[in-house]
């Protein structure tokens, strides 16, 4: 499956950001999903799952109360909703595709299928 990821941008604390991230190529529905980001000299880290059909839905504790993952199986695409932005959420974001069941949902290792990252800028 094919992701691309949109919606990122530059934006102060306490503003909002929605991301989304288009699958093709696959059944999208097929698919359990994963928001992840990286931040500059930092390793790639989880943000937030879901499965296929929206029933189980995990967020990393530094995210929690703040973002939202949604996702529309018939117009095949996932979002992040991000709301209380900080400064510390300045990271590149990535949607991905999980393809492996070995380890936790919060495992990269997890994921086969990766979009290309939208930066989002948070400024203080």
């Known amino acids: 499956v094919q992701l691309q990821a949109s919606g990122g941008g530059s934006v102060q604390a306490g503003g909002s950001l929605r991301l989304s991230c288009a699958a093709s190529?696959?059944?999208?529905?097929?698919?359990?999903m994963g928001w992840f980001r990286q931040a500059p000299g930092k390793e790639r880290e989880f943000v937030g799952y879901?499965?296929?059909?929206?029933?189980?839905?995990k967020y990393a504790d530094s995210v929690k109360g703040r973002f939202t993952i949604s996702r529309d199986n018939a117009k095949n695409t996932q979002y992040l909703q991000m709301n209380s932005l900080k400064p510390e959420d300045t990271a590149v974001y990535y949607c991905?595709?999980?393809?492996?069941?070995?380890?936790?949902?919060?495992?990269?290792?997890?994921?086969?299928?990766w979009g290309q990252g939208t930066q989002v800028t948070v400024s203080s």
């Open positions: 991905a595709a999980r393809t492996g069941w070995h380890g936790p949902y919060s495992d990269l290792s997890n994921f086969g299928f």
């Open positions: 190529g696959r059944t999208f529905g097929n698919y359990a």
């Open positions: 879901i499965n296929w059909n929206g029933s189980l839905i």
